[in-house]
């Protein structure tokens, strides 16, 4: 009797270690688990922390750009595309100047050649000056049909938000603990896309990128979107720092 007593204790026994074992690895599966859906690096993280684009995008008017960003911004945009058989770039870099609050840069077409070795080529290029009603305004009119392909942003058109890209698909994204970068890759079809692209209906990609701190909360992303593998355009708008030296 007591022999079997005891051997319903230690089957007794075993069972709650292995109940209390399972218990112990689920809890630790649904730890890890947590930490990939919600962690840095995970979808929402990263949505959460691109969340912030929908200040700029859309924003109809540029020069609303200076309300939200009183120490002035930089535009730039560089879309890729091959005529002719060469391969080319149209890159544009706008400055929103906070002190006399006129949004202007330049544009050029640059050749790309990689052989021999890698070299740009300015073919062409002309000031450029966003003016409200008219647009994107070139100092050399004439050259319009070649560094324009739009008088006006992306940005103006393009909608984006949390509750947008929430619902899109998500080809890819990363996150890197050392340098504090991040992108999110969706594919979808757009129609402002489509319109600013020349496409029709066309799945793209549409690369989101950002760096993470802390501290430092300055806007700063990029839109970078492609077809199948190849990058086609880009555009990106950065929040000016404030001068601490002067405090300004």
């Not at 990263?46 to 609303?64: A, F, G, M, Q, R």
């Amino acid at each position: 009797m007591k022999e079997e007593k005891r051997e319903r204790k230690s089957k007794v026994k075993k069972k709650l270690t292995k109940i209390i074992g399972t218990v112990m690895v689920g809890a630790l599966l649904m730890m890890t688990a947590g930490c990939g859906i919600t962690g840095k690096g995970s979808r929402s993280w990263l949505e959460n922390e691109v969340s912030d684009i929908e200040k700029v995008y859309p924003t109809e008017n540029p020069e609303d750009l200076f309300e939200k960003f009183p120490n002035g911004f930089i535009i730039t945009q560089t879309r890729l595309f091959i005529e002719s058989g060469k391969r080319y770039s149209i890159d544009l870099e706008i400055n929103g100047e906070k002190d006399i609050r006129k949004i202007e840069g330049k544009v050029k077409k640059v050749l790309l050649e990689s052989e021999p070795s890698y070299k740009e080529t300015i073919e062409k290029e002309s000031k450029v000056e966003y003016v409200k009603g008219e647009g994107l305004v070139l100092e050399k009119p004439e050259l319009e049909d070649s560094l324009l392909f739009k008088k006006y942003f992306l940005f103006q058109k393009l909608k984006l938000n949390k509750d947008i890209l929430k619902k899109l698909e998500v080809k890819d994204k990363s996150f890197s603990f050392e340098t504090g970068k991040y992108n999110i890759k969706y594919l979808f079809i757009n129609k402002e896309i489509d319109n600013y692209l020349g496409l029709n209906k066309q799945k793209v990609s549409l690369d989101i990128n950002g760096e993470y701190s802390e501290i430092d909360k300055t806007y700063f992303h990029t839109i970078i979107i492609g077809k199948n593998t190849e990058i086609d355009f880009s555009e990106k708008v950065v929040e000016e720092e404030i001068d601490k030296e002067n405090g300004e």
